[in-house]
């Protein structure tokens, strides 16, 4: 069965960056991409990037481009989020789910969310 | 970027009534809109993705419809583990964009 397991909570201080990871199992990585998104406490979903399983293209939010890096590890079938210069609004719920693909891009299985906590 | 704009923020129905739930896109999306599920301390479920086709495990009392610019979840009956916030998502185009959530409620 597919299931997507993403890394522990973090607490970074302002400044800081944060390496949240996503581990799939259950199907063949490659032939899927993974979206991130995150969901500040009481707020909506806020999509942030996307990475192909198959080749490594990114896609990435405007609001967060330059400090997010989303990358993947195909020996490991591992995907990562990394946030640089965190600031207080990045105080997160981060989520990492399977991508179906690029031109019918829903999201059919999501990890746990990983919380990620910014203060000084 | 597509702005996805949902309605009515918050939606109070009481158990076996019907629940409509809008989206809109400020441009054509085409036929790709997903909607998800979400419950307090949980993560996002899919329920509907390509505008109308249920996920897997999706009960029937859910359906999607619409297309371009303009979408629609129905909840036929709703059940008590039916209430939660309902987020729409379209899915062709960068970057992707969710709408900002309608609060199922109980009346």
């Known amino acids: 069965q597919v299931q997507v397991v993403q890394s522990g909570a973090e607490v970074k201080k302002p400044g800081d960056s944060v390496k949240v990871s996503c581990k799939a199992s259950g199907y063949t990585f490659t032939r899927y991409s993974i979206s991130w998104v995150r969901q500040a406490p009481g707020q909506g979903l806020e999509w942030m990037g996307w990475?192909?399983?198959?080749?490594?293209?990114?896609n990435y939010a405007q609001k967060v481009q330059g400090r997010v890096t989303v990358t993947t590890d195909t020996s490991t079938n591992t995907a990562y989020m990394e946030l640089r210069s965190l600031r207080s609004d990045d105080t997160a719920m981060y989520y990492c789910?399977?991508?179906?693909?690029?031109?019918?891009?829903?999201?059919?299985?999501w990890g746990q969310g990983t919380l990620v906590t910014v203060s000084s | 970027e597509i702005v996805m704009t949902q309605s009515p923020a918050t939606l109070s129905v009481s158990p076996g009534e019907r629940a409509t739930l809008s989206c809109r896109a400020s441009?054509?999306?085409?036929?790709?809109l997903a909607w998800y599920q979400q419950k307090p301390g949980q993560a996002p479920r899919l329920l509907i993705y390509d505008t109308s086709t249920r996920a897997t495990g999706i009960p029937a009392r859910f359906s999607g419809s619409g297309s371009g610019t303009e979408f629609t979840l129905t909840i036929s009956s709703l059940q008590s583990e039916d209430f939660a916030v309902y987020y729409c998502q379209q899915c062709n185009n960068w970057p992707r964009t969710f709408g900002q959530g309608t609060k199922v409620e109980i009346k």
């Open positions: 789910a399977r991508d179906v693909s690029i031109t019918r891009g829903f999201l059919d299985y």
């Open positions: 441009q054509s999306v085409s036929s790709s």
């Open positions: 990475i192909s399983g198959y080749d490594g293209n990114t």
